[in-house]
């Protein structure tokens, strides 16, 4: 501002002495041109400039300088580098605030920042459906007015994040389970995080679930055990009595190894995740396998007939496709009644698939206990199951057998008629 009026006063100076100059020179008339000239002339020149500057401002660049006399190409070029430099920062920034939102849209969390006043300042598109909200719409709303859910509320006007807060059925998503948690950032903003936990959730009621069945499973023998134990120490018997008590032991004991048996076959299963190998099985000598453990565990009660349609062989784990296989046998002969019939299968349908079908004259099962069976503990008939030997994971081996051969099971049954189970392996697994 000083050099303003320094110069403007420079410039009434220098018109002062000229119009006096000329005055006494060449007369009153040149002399007041001169002093009038000079002042006018000036502001000529300071309003091209700035009209020149306006458009240089204005993004013309500087072939618009052109024409400028004295300094001004000079501080017109310093002010383009400035320019340019800025333009360039502000681009570098810009870049910098599109890849930010970019990988938080990318990130498999929901993300909402906060302001003070819990007012949404800004959230990935995650978050606009764990939430069940638009941020077009929403934005700068307090989050708690959109979002009413009162463990929500309470969570976010509470201000006590130093535990995470689980919800169900946030927004629309019902059966959706959602941890959130808060962070506190610059200017008492809050980043809130929003994880999708079902699955983990439900594998963890899942394993307690396990724990909790395999520690009953494994209490009932033990305390049978146990009690006969107690009673053959405790009491004088007779020597046939003795026997007997130790032969129900001995079952009892059976019984708890089948099922660390059959726990051990599952943990290995799902252990590998990779598909079975493809070694050559021969059906035939697969099914006479089977044949012989059928004929001994029916002790002729039942009619068994076993047919091999198609002799090929099957590519997989030999010993995994036998305990699948005999599963599904010893299913069959365990809730058959005596006198029923069992016919055991292997062929080759139209499709080139290969179909091991046990079909057996039990009891059936009726249609809304099917899609459950291959649950690990899963019974229908519990002392059925108890009475015949069976752990309850026959039929879940069955399927990860299955699944490790790329194979389906198919259940068909009619409840007082009988069941069919049938485990059909891809042609790539036939050879
Ligand atoms: P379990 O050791 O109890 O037999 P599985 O997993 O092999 O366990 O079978 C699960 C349940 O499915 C059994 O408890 C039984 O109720 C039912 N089930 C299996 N196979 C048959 C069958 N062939 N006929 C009738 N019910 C069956």
């Known amino acids: 501002m000083l ?3 320094f110069r403007l006063f420079l410039v009434l100076v220098v018109a002062g002495i000229a119009g006096l100059v000329g005055k006494s020179l060449l007369g009153d008339v040149v002399g007041w041109l001169i002093a009038i000239a000079i002042p006018v002339f000036s502001l000529l020149i300071a309003f091209i400039n700035q009209t020149r500057l306006d458009i240089f401002v204005k993004g013309a660049g500087i072939s ?3 024409g400028f006399g004295g300094g001004w190409p000079e501080i017109f070029f310093r002010l383009q580098r400035i320019i340019t430099l800025l333009r360039k920062d502000i681009e570098h920034v810009e870049r910098q605030h599109k890849r930010f939102i970019e990988a938080f849209q990318a990130s498999p969390n929901g993300i909402v920042m906060l302001d003070d006043q819990d007012q949404i300042e800004w959230c990935n598109a995650i978050a606009e459906r ?3 909200i638009q941020f077009k719409r929403d934005a700068l709303q307090r989050i708690h007015y959109i979002v009413r859910k009162p463990e929500f509320v309470e969570y976010i006007t509470a201000r006590q994040y130093e ?7 946030m927004g629309n998503n019902s059966g959706l389970i959602l941890r959130l948690q808060a962070f506190p950032f610059s200017e008492n903003r809050r980043l809130l995080l929003i994880q999708d936990i079902t699955d983990l959730s439900k594998a963890e009621a899942m394993r307690r679930d396990f724990v909790a069945n395999v520690s009953h499973e494994m209490r009932t023998p033990l305390t049978v055990m146990m009690g006969f134990l107690e009673t053959v120490q405790t ?3 007779p020597p046939e009595q003795k026997t007997q008590y130790l032969e129900m032991m001995m079952d009892q004991g059976r019984r708890m ?3 660390v048996d059959d726990l051990l076959t599952l943990a290995n299963l ?3 995740t990779q598909p079975a190998p493809n070694n050559r099985i021969s059906m035939s000598y697969l099914v006479s396998l089977i044949k012989n453990d059928a004929y001994a565990l029916s002790q002729g009660k039942h009619a068994l007939n076993f047919e091999v349609k198609t002799p090929c062989d099957l590519l997989g784990e030999e010993r995994e496709v036998l305990s699948a296989f005999s599963n599904l046998v010893s299913n069959a002969i365990r809730y058959t009644p005596d006198v029923g019939s069992i016919n055991v299968s292997w062929s080759i349908n139209p499709a080139g698939e290969g179909e091991f079908s046990v079909t057996d004259t039990g009891p059936g099962i009726s249609s809304e206990h099917i899609p ?3 649950e690990r503990f899963y019974r229908i008939d519990r002392s059925r199951s108890r009475e015949t030997g069976g752990t309850g994971l026959g039929l879940a081996i069955v399927k990860h057998v299955a699944s490790r051969h790329q194979a389906n099971l198919v259940i068909e049954s009619t409840p007082g008629k009988g069941s069919t189970f049938t485990l059909r392996f891809p042609p790539e697994r036939i050879s």
């Open 235 to 237: 009491l004088d018997l």
């Open 130 to 132: 764990f939430l069940g």
């Open 163 to 169: 535990e995470p807060l689980v919800v169900e059925n």
């Open 3 to 5: 050099t303003a009026i």
């Open 64 to 66: 618009s300088l052109s």
């Open 372 to 374: 459950r069976l291959t």
């Open 257 to 259: 190894k089948n099922l």
């Open 270 to 272: 799902e252990a590998n």
